[in-house]
Nanobody, 119 residues
Framework: QVQLVESGGGMVQAGGSLRLSCLVS????????MGWFRQAPGKEREFVAT????????RYTDSVKGRFTISRDNAKNTVYLQMNSLKPEDTAVYYC????????????WGQGTQVTVSS
């Protein structure tokens, strides 16, 4: 059974930083695409960043470029999202996702972690 568990969310002031972690169990992630998504209140879930399984291109949504960094430690089966220079509009529930077939269809999701940025 594949499980994704996010951690590291919390409340921070604008300009601050947080580091989210996503620990995967039930399979190894070294051949999986991994991603972070977020959903703000009253809005649809949106893509934030993806980490390809191999030498593909790391992608970010435009609003986080230069501020967020996705990384992975395959030995720890963990994906990270370093978030710097946080803004109130970054407030959302952040979800980790796993694409086992490398086709950018996200078959597995975590339960989410809340990030709240105050002005």
């Amino acid at each position: 059974q594949v499980q994704l568990v996010e951690s590291g969310g919390g409340m921070v002031q604008a300009g601050g930083s947080l580091r989210l972690s996503c620990l995967v169990s039930g399979r190894t992630i070294n051949t999986d695409n991994m991603g972070w998504f977020r959903q703000a209140p009253g809005k649809e879930r949106e893509f934030v960043a993806t980490s390809p399984w191999s030498f593909g291109r790391i992608r970010y949504t435009d609003s986080v470029k230069g501020r967020f960094t996705i990384s992975r430690d395959n030995a720890k089966n963990t994906v990270y999202l370093q978030m710097n220079s946080l803004k109130p509009e970054d407030t959302a529930v952040y979800y980790c996702a796993l694409d086992p077939n490398r086709d950018y269809v996200w078959d597995y999701w975590g339960q989410g972690t809340q990030v709240t940025v105050s002005s």
